[in-house]
């Protein structure tokens, strides 16, 4: 019986996650970028964030299906126990629980490292089209995240304009947080 297996992104990882991520960038307001980046960016963004954050990757039968990660929210340092995530899962392997165990992982790991917030910014329209469903915010809802902010025609693609929706999650108690490294 073959296993999902969740490990650490690698730069190397890079042309399989952009293969994932350019579905994102080129057919859906998933994701505001206008080009896919290149292989090259991609690898640069791994190890930019994974120097500070969680970046993870799910795996069957030694084939990436999704990807994770936290980033920081804001530079400055009273920022430094919240942290936003994305996430993305391949489309052909959507509702498999690939996403919720990679949550799941990125949320422990995130914890463990003193992170006790974590944002998710997900483009949102009222009425579902051919570029966006209500896919992501129900999947968050679902994994415990609520929604905190919604900010109404603040991204542009395909020629129409898209809401962004803040949503968080707590995961540990902000008193009792240790100091980040």
Not at 78 to 96: E, G, L, N, P, V
Not at 105 to 119: F, M, P, S, T, Y
Request: overall charge negative; glycine content about 4%; proline content about 2%.
């Amino acid at each position: 019986m073959s296993r999902f297996v969740i490990r650490e992104a690698q730069p190397d990882d890079a042309v399989r996650l952009l293969e994932i991520y350019s579905y994102y960038v080129s057919d859906t307001a998933v994701s505001f970028e206008y080009e896919v980046p290149t292989v090259e960016d991609f690898k640069e963004r791994i190890i930019k964030i994974s120097a500070q954050y969680p970046y993870i990757v799910c795996e069957k039968e030694n084939m990436i299906m999704g990807y994770a990660y936290a980033s920081a929210y804001g530079t400055r340092k009273a920022y430094s126990w919240t942290a936003m995530t994305s996430i993305y899962i391949d489309k052909d392997f959507r509702r498999q629980g690939v996403g919720a165990m990679l949550y799941k992982e990125l949320e422990k790991r995130a914890e463990d490292q003193g992170i006790v917030n974590l944002l998710a910014g997900i483009a949102f329209c009222e009425n579902e089209d051919k570029y966006l469903t209500h896919d992501s915010v129900n999947f968050h809802l679902k994994e415990g995240y609520e929604e905190v902010a919604h900010m109404k025609t603040v991204g542009k693609k395909f020629d129409r304009w898209y809401d962004l929706l803040w949503m968080q999650k707590k995961l540990g108690d902000p008193v009792a947080a240790s100091v980040i490294q």
